[in-house]
């Protein structure tokens, strides 16, 4: 009988571990999607979509109005990262690997290319 004890320091010490790996994990995400507008009106020029594994970043114009649209990553820490513009016209899509800074918070603003102002898309961890 003198083996229960360390049998359940045993369980106890696993038990403890498993429940830290689990709440020190890391969640899931989802891909972040939105659109790309115009400020104060809000009409839709196109779409982003950024695709945490990999890094991904697609952009996608959906308007006929013969302007491109653009969508510049930006952080805190590092500043403007990176544009990715889909300038094929009505209906294309152009898509880029960023490689960003793990852990690091990046800002996406989409504007259509040759216009001031620009939206936030969407914000997402690398």
């Known amino acids: 009988m ?29 891909d972040d999607y939105g659109y790309i507008t115009k400020p104060q009106s809000g009409t839709i020029y196109g779409t982003a979509r950024f ?6 970043l697609r952009v996608c114009d959906s308007r006929r109005d013969g302007y491109a649209v653009t969508v510049a990553v930006w952080n805190q820490r590092d500043g403007f990262v990176a544009r990715v ?16 800074r793990e852990g690091a918070r990046y800002g996406f603003y989409g504007y259509r290319t040759g216009e001031p102002g620009a939206n936030i898309v969407f914000w997402d961890n690398a």
């Open 2 to 30: 003198k083996y229960r004890p360390k049998v359940l320091k045993t369980l106890a010490v696993l038990f403890a571990g498993v429940t830290l790996t689990y709440l020190t994990a890391e969640n899931a995400r989802a």
């Open 51 to 56: 695709i945490s594994d990999g890094d991904q």
């Open 85 to 100: 513009t889909a300038s094929g016209g009505y209906g294309t899509c152009t898509a880029r690997n960023l490689n960003l």
